[in-house]
């Protein structure tokens, strides 16, 4: 059995970089849920409303973008 390329929410989260609750990691699930909501991050609902699915790729290319763009507070 492979793994699935597809990931939940806070299994994303996870992968870019969240450790878990109460560790004050970036992003929060609920960050990376907001990115989905707004079409930032492109990921899959069977359902509005429903569970999100990411795919990894999309996930790279989305922390790639990420990391490039200025950082937008003030020095």
Known sequence: MTD???LSIEGAARYMGWEGPGTHTS???RTV???CASRE?????RKRGGVYKIHRD?????M????QTPD???A
């Open 58 to 62: 999309d996930i790279d290319r989305f």
């Open 41 to 45: 991050l492109p990921a899959t609902q």
């Open 4 to 6: 699935s390329p597809y």
């Open 33 to 35: 849920s907001d990115w």
């Open 72 to 74: 937008r507070r003030s």
């Open 64 to 67: 790639r973008a990420l990391r």
């Open 27 to 29: 992003p929060h699930p």
